[in-house]
């Protein structure tokens, strides 16, 4: 697969501004969601969560579709979520602001729905792990899609440490919610297609063969339009019948040979 070389900024160090400006906004946001997480499971021992969590088939379990990812059930849980919340949330709002940003309510809303509609009757489901999921395969279909080197590069990261997520939206080990899993990849897919074009593509590098290329079809063309002839519209145009009905040819009549 060609990957073309993206062309070198005007202003180098504007640009190195820029980007660092961007990766350290993308940090503090992720850093403030985990955060987040954090203070929401030191409250969730005032009382019973699980109110909160996504009960498959339940009328008031719909609620959860908006607060289950905000919830976990143990330290551990919570620390595994918030790890891949750093780093896959930091690599896509830092090269995909703001298709990450539109995003994120399909990946929030297609967790919740997935366990609903997936999900066991009478089992709970919560964590931000289909969120997780839904950022790897963001990432990594805006790769497949774009396939300019900052987003193949952004997904082979995604796809090095997370690649175990395209095989946990299946169903693997008991306890596992692989049905918000998949809704929060498929949230993901559906995102990538969707929003690839929010973000602007770096120009690409112009080489020199292809500007003498279009130089030399500049000329061809140039030289065709100055032989060839115009179109008949672009004649001007000398005379022009009449159109009423008064107007009448004239017969010439020649004199006999006999005459």
């Not at 021992?45 to 976990?72: E, M």
């Not at 849980?77 to 790890?83: D, E, M, S, T, Y």
């Not at 792990?129 to 497949?144: A, E, I, P, Q």
Request: glycine letters at 12%; hydrophobic letters at 45%; a neutral charge.
């Amino acid at each position: 697969m060609h990957l073309d070389m993206p062309e070198s900024p005007l202003d180098p160090d504007a640009q190195r501004a820029r980007d660092k400006r961007r990766l350290g906004n993308a940090v503090k946001a992720s850093i403030g969601f985990v955060l987040l997480l954090v203070i929401v499971f030191g409250l969730q021992g005032l009382g019973d969560y699980r109110a909160f969590a996504v009960a498959p088939w339940s009328l008031p379990g719909l609620a959860g579709v908006l607060a289950a990812p905000l919830l976990h059930g143990s330290p551990a849980h919570l620390i595994a979520n918030a790890g891949a919340l750093l780093l896959l949330g930091t690599l896509s709002l830092s090269v995909y602001p703001r298709a990450t940003v539109r995003a994120l309510p399909l990946l929030w809303l297609g967790s919740g729905l997935g366990a609903w509609l997936l999900g066991d009757a009478g089992s709970y489901h919560l964590g931000a792990s289909g969120v997780t999921h839904g950022l790897m395969f963001l990432v990594f279909v805006l790769g497949l899609l774009r396939r300019d080197r900052p987003s193949i590069a952004a997904g082979m990261i995604a796809f090095l440490f997370y690649g175990g997520m395209l095989l946990t939206v299946l169903p693997q080990e008991p306890g596992v919610s692989w049905q918000s899993h998949l809704g929060g990849a498929l949230g993901g897919i559906v995102a990538a297609f969707l929003f690839r074009h929010s973000d602007p593509v770096p120009p690409r590098r112009r080489y020199s063969w292809e500007l003498e290329e279009e130089e030399a079809e500049r000329m061809a063309q140039a030289e065709r339009d100055m032989y060839e002839p115009g179109s008949p519209r672009d004649v001007p145009v000398l005379w022009r019948r009449g159109t009423t009905e008064d107007e009448r040819g004239t017969v010439l009549e020649f004199r006999r040979r006999d005459e």
